[in-house]
């Protein structure tokens, strides 16, 4: 089964780039079946659909955060990476990476906490 | 403010059945039969209990099922379990490559 697993920094400091791993395991990325996404959620708020990616590099943007975000992929690693520049408070949130069947996620990471303050 | 609307909370004792509702608009819900249901108890990862609208993936009890009318999902759950307490959300594809979410539906049983 597929299992997904976010890292990166608990704590950023304003206008600095967030960034985040997610390493996958039981499943291959340059398979090239599936598209693989960023979600986030901060506290007391919903679901916020960020970017996702294919094996080959081809990627999609939510266009609310198209210009700070940018998100890769390093099949070598079986790991999707992702950038956002310019962090605020406003950033700080439950940061998921999540398999993406055709269009919707289904497989999901737990998640990981960022918390953007100085 | 989530894109897609869901209550807030909802209850049923054990045995019983309850619904949960996600409405949207035509450009997401009502505009594709490409919609996601998730349950996430705390500290862990969202699992997907319903996709495609009314699809149970393998090893999902056939108590959970989903429709869709219009604007607006529903995913019913019967039977209820005590391990069913949970939130559940919604996902829907909106076009454009873009997705967008339930704000949440906090189930708790009896």
């Known amino acids: 089964q597929v299992q997904l697993q976010e890292s990166g920094p608990g704590l950023v400091k304003p206008s600095q780039t967030l960034s985040l791993t997610c390493t996958v395991s039981?499943?291959?990325?340059?398979?090239?079946?599936?598209?693989w996404s960023w979600i986030r959620q901060p506290a007391g708020k919903g679901l916020e659909w960020i970017a996702r990616?294919?094996?080959?590099?081809?990627?999609n943007y939510n266009p609310s955060l198209k210009s700070r975000v940018t998100i890769s992929v390093d099949t070598s690693k079986n790991q999707i990476s992702l950038d956002l520049t310019s962090v605020t408070a406003a950033d700080s949130a439950l940061y998921y990476c999540?398999?993406?069947?055709?269009?919707?996620?289904?497989?999901w990471g737990q998640g990981t906490l960022v918390t953007v303050s100085s | 403010q989530s894109a897609l609307t869901q209550p807030r909370s909802v209850s049923g004792s054990p045995g019983q059945s309850v619904t949960i509702s996600c409405t949207g608009t035509?450009?997401?819900?009502?505009?594709?039969?490409?919609v996601t249901w998730y349950q996430r108890h705390p500290g862990t990862a969202p699992k997907f209990v319903i996709y495609?609208?009314?699809k149970r993936p393998s090893g999902v009890p056939d108590r959970f099922s989903g429709s869709k009318s219009g604007n607006t999902a529903s995913l019913t759950i019967s039977g209820l379990q005590a391990e069913d307490e949970a939130e559940y959300f919604c996902?829907?594809?909106?076009?454009?490559?873009?997705?967008?979410f339930g704000g949440g539906t906090q189930l708790t049983v009896l």
């Open positions: 999540a398999r993406c069947n055709l269009v919707l996620p289904d497989y």
């Open positions: 039981g499943d291959s990325i340059s398979s090239g079946s599936y598209y």
């Open positions: 990616i294919s094996s080959s590099g081809n990627a």
């Open positions: 035509s450009s997401d819900v009502g505009g594709y039969n490409y």
């Open positions: 495609d609208v009314n």
């Open positions: 996902c829907s594809y909106a076009g454009g490559y873009t997705i967008v």
